[in-house]
């Protein structure tokens, strides 16, 4: 085998130091009757060579939306990513160690998430930053655990129908053993409605949870939605694309208390949906209800700056079952990647990132809804995200001649908004190309006439 | 940033003032050669298992094989969105598939679901599922038992799910106390956990008749599948008598550990319990893929998209790759490599429960300490002067002083020799030498106290 270097002499020594006579001896310990007996049922194995003919057919069946013309996004982004963050993750000294736990091995994985900490406490202007979690949608589900904590409210938990619909399902299962309802709160035009949401929240909600930009791609008001979570005593919880920092106010400077975000689009390819980053980031005041690891900076014996994981008291294998959640390996190398990719943009490379993300959208938007084309479907102002209605019944036409041309064309929205059959998510970033876009352009028109 | 190709207005009449920030936001400036410079320096401060021997016990360090880097980074299987049309993704749906099924083998189980993103991730999924399944039964069934040497994921899983959990004590020689389970059986029991192997690295011998005892007293056995790498292809959990299971495909399926993660979690579980997995699983209808979402009692969603598909397509690999008899050889190499490591050990430190072991054992340092005031963690932080990881130390709680530790299958004899060495020395050394341990690293034993007592969890910029 590969990976197993013991030779069968190796083998015969280290049975006779250990006083078996062979390697069944060993197994004894599982009773006779539970030995499984046989083979398992597996496809035979493959060399290297061949794996890779198997793999690689494999992945030729599929076209990557990042060969084609992508224009899919709904939490999952065809981003740019530099070359050096793939060079740093493949780093053998960082993809092949593990958590942290010995601080004096794992100086350089301390480090770094230190890094990554700091850089999401700035981006987002929040106090302080966890070490990551599995994505956004966990993110979000923790935060909320996290706010019923802090505000020792568990009856009611508010989100806006405008947050990403499996951000809302997942937290729906991690609500579903615990005794907190989540309620909903529409939002007909494409935003949420302050006074609706006003009236759903009372003095028993843990807090309130929207995306901006939303999932719809449209700006929320977060300072105006803030001011009402709070007035009922609510946390202030908020879902940001962070490429979208690069341009807008940061949460925590529109009354954020929670700011959660999906970190794909920091560094890390689209890869079918994982892994990716769930990024936490709190004010200071929830900093020991927070779940997951954080690192923490200090001095060594002789006095030397270093970094440790620390506040370990709220984790699961201190705390057990009254731990602040059960995580325990998270995103490590998503989270070093996000760092990687945070330093090599820099202040101005994310600002133009964004920029041109929102240009070439609403370029897009122009193009595709002009002419009487397709049709706008919400009238707030949009980021890189933004919805359209295609006449009724020819979405799947539109998405079909658009896959001939190699163009992956949007997320239809009627399977979690039954009132949005026949409308389309689409995301333009900074990877789109006028020619590409116009090229939709011509799709539409073909199709439409 | 190339330059903007499309007409535009500014950014300002784009967006409402009040949206936008007033700077750009605060990031490092560095040049391309400072960064690389940079996170290469920081790189060389890791141990990690392609540099050093990482008997990180119940973590199973074991060899990442580059092949699986260089497959799962094909732009057909990294460049997929994850709401692509379906036909477009058959490659990758079939690799999906055929992982559920082979995962459904590989434990005995009936149904399998790819989507928990690591362990810990997968328990509560399971716990869920069993939440769904009792409110469905038998809606009094709320407390889980868990053994006292169980992870401590295993009971905050529990927590998240809305259960009680009780404490199941274990027997001197390490396994689960059957008076005291039993006596902790009854009507309001919805699950017992177990880990087996267990957190000591031994089978438990009456697996059986537990299992047999949590389903007459009407619950459910999960089995924490964290020491799989023990087992496989030698006995099967399913057929020992578990409901459910997680499996860890970056410990058992060498899924690179990644400083901390990605991990992924899929669960296995009875036909039963099938019905309440999240959604969506991989179908498979003739010779097409899809993905099935019309399951009417599963729990929902535990995570958004498909799951840490990267880990799932190196998990792949692996087991395709090995085959029926190579994965059975794995867990026999582990097995060979822990007992002949423990053989050595025990002569210089107890093992307490025994001669003999599966994958990983438990040392004790407990004499020592008392003897000569050395502790557990002096012992892990002077073999990083040797030029190995420090083995787990002070897990399980019931063992005290505890060293655990695993070797996997992926290390040579000559390498255990000159762990078994290193620690034999150690154990030897001055006191205050170990006291002080680590001498060769950057850094030496930080202020840990300081750092919680007082959290910088951030840099505060260069003035401070």
Known sequence: MPYIPNTDEDRRAMLQAIGAASIDELFEMIPADLHLGRALDLPPALGELELAVHVGELAARNRPASQSTCFLGAGSYDHFIPSVVDFVASRSEFYTSYTPYQAEASQGNLKALFEYQTLIAQLTGMDVSNASL????????????????????????????????????????????????????????????????????????????????????????????????????????????????????????????????????????????????????????????????????????????????????????IRREKATSNICTNQ???????????????????????????????????????????????????????????????????????????????????CWYPELEDCLLMAVTEKRMKAEIDRMTDVIRTVLN | MPACDVPSEPVERLLPPEALAQTAPSLPEVTEPELVRHFVNLSTQNMSVDSHFYPLGSCTMKYNPKRNETLSSLAGLLGLHPYQRVETIQGMLSILHSLQEMLAEISGLEAVSLQPAAGAHGEMTA??????????????????????????????????????????????????????????????????????????????????????????????????????????????PGDFGADMMHFNPHKTFSGPHGGGGPGAGPIAVTGKLAPYLPVPVVKKSGEEYGLDFDRPKTIGRVRSFFGNTGVLVRTYCY???????????????????????????????????????????????????????????????????????????????????????????????STLDAFAEALFRVTEEDPDLLHHAPHTTSVSRPDEVRAARQPILKWAGPER
């Open chain 1, 134 to 317: 599995y994505d956004g949608a966990g993110a979000a589900a923790e935060a909320v655990l996290m706010a019923c904590s802090v505000t020792r409210r568990h009856a009611k938990v508010v989100a806006a129908s405008t947050v990403h619909p499996e951000y809302r399902q997942v937290l729906g299962t991690y609500l579903q053993n615990l005794e907190t309802e989540l309620v909903t709160v529409a939002a007909p035009n494409g935003t949420v409605a302050p006074e609706e949401l006003d009236a759903a929240i009372d003095d028993q909600t843990a807090c309130v949870l929207v995306q901006h930009p939303n999932f719809f791609g449209c700006l929320e008001d977060v300072e105006q939605l803030s001011a009402l979570a709070h007035a009922k005593g609510a946390a202030m919880i908020v879902a940001v694309d962070p490429v979208s920092l690069g341009l807008l106010r940061r949460p925590g400077d529109c009354g954020a208390d929670i700011v959660v975000a999906e970190g794909q689009s920091l560094g890390n390819p689209m890869s079918y949906g994982g892994p990716y980053l769930g990024i936490l980031a709190c004010r200071d005041k929830f900093l020991r209800r927070m779940p997951g690891r954080l690192v923490g900076e200090t001095v060594d014996r002789r006095d030397r700056r270093c970094w440790v994981l620390t506040l370990q008291t709220r984790e699961q294998h």
């Open chain 2, 127 to 236: 716990l869920f599922v069993a939440a769904a399944y009792v409110r469905d039964t038998d809606p009094a069934r709320n407390v889980v038992l868990i053994p006292d040497g169980a992870h401590g994921t295993n009971p905050a899983s529990a927590a998240m799910a809305g259960f009680k959990t009780v404490e199941v004590k274990s027997t001197p020689g390490g396994l689960v106390d059957l008076d005291d389970l039993a006596s902790k059986l009854d009507e309001r029991t919805a699950v017992f956990m177990i880990t087996n192997p267990n957190t000591l690295g031994i089978f438990e011998r009456n697996i059986a008749k537990i299992c047999q005892m949590v389903h007459d007293a009407g619950g459910l056995v999960y089995l924490d599948g964290a020491n799989m790498n023990a087992i496989l292809g030698v006995t099967r």
């Open chain 2, 319 to 413: 087991l395709r790759t090995h085959g029926p008899e190579g994965l059975r050889r794995v867990s026999e190499n582990a097995v060979l490599n822990a007992n002949y490591l423990l053989s050595r050990v025990k002569h210089f430190l107890p093992v307490p429960q025994g001669d003999r072991c599966m994958h990983e054992f438990v040392a004790t340092a407990q004499t020592l300490k008392r003897e000569r005031g050395v502790s557990a963690l002096d012992i892990g932080k002077r073999l990083l002067d040797y030029g190995f990881h420090a083995p787990t130390v002070y897990f399980p709680l019931i063992v005290h002083e505890a060293l655990m530790i695993e070797p996997t299958e992926s290390e040579c004899r």
């Open chain 1, 332 to 414: 490590g190398l998503m989270a070093l990647r996000a760092t990687v990719y945070l330093s090599a943009m820099g202040p101005q490379g994310l600002r133009s990132t964004a920029e041109l993300c929102l240009k070439k959208a609403r370029y897009a938007l122009g193009q595709w809804t002009g002419e009487g084309l397709l049709q706008p479907v919400f009238s707030a102002p949009t980021f890189k995200e933004f919805v359209v209605r295609v006449p009724h019944g020819q979405a799947d036409a539109l998405l079909s001649a658009a896959g001939e041309q190699g163009i992956m064309a949007g997320v239809p929205l009627g």
